[in-house]
């Protein structure tokens, strides 16, 4: 089992910044690719963004893409997400996933074997 925790959450302005992260604890954490996807009120649970077990591969939705960086630290059991230049159509409640996914199926929910609870992310003036 892999216990995981997102905090970072938020009200911010449209431009503005946040930094999700989320603390994963129990099983080996090195051995899963990590993601991050949201969903808003009244849609489907989408895909953001993916660092796979090295911590090199990374891929991200076109939406998000330029403007959010995932990044990860096994020793920490940790992975983030930084995001800029938000928009208002990024407010969503945002996820944090484990699996251990391929390069084929990252985008998959059904792909993630652990999810967290979440964290609100607002973008509104």
């Known amino acids: 089992q892999v216990q995981l925790v997102e905090s970072g959450g938020g009200l911010v302005q449209p431009g503005g910044s946040l930094r999700l992260s989320c603390a994963a604890s129990g099983r080996t954490f090195s051995g899963y690719a990590m993601g991050w996807f949201r969903q808003a009120p009244g849609k489907e649970r989408e895909f953001v963004a993916v660092i796979h077990w090295n911590g090199i591969s990374t891929n991200y939705s076109d939406s998000v893409k330029g403007r959010f960086t995932i990044s990860r630290d096994n020793a920490k059991s940790t992975v983030s997400l930084q995001m800029n230049s938000l928009k208002p159509e990024d407010t969503a409640v945002y996820f944090c996933?484990?699996?251990?996914?391929?390069?084929?199926?990252?985008?998959?929910?059904?792909?993630?074997?652990?999810w967290g609870q979440g964290t609100q992310v607002t973008v509104s003036s």
């Open positions: 996933a484990a699996g251990p996914v391929s390069s084929e199926t990252y985008q998959l929910t059904y792909s993630y074997d652990y």
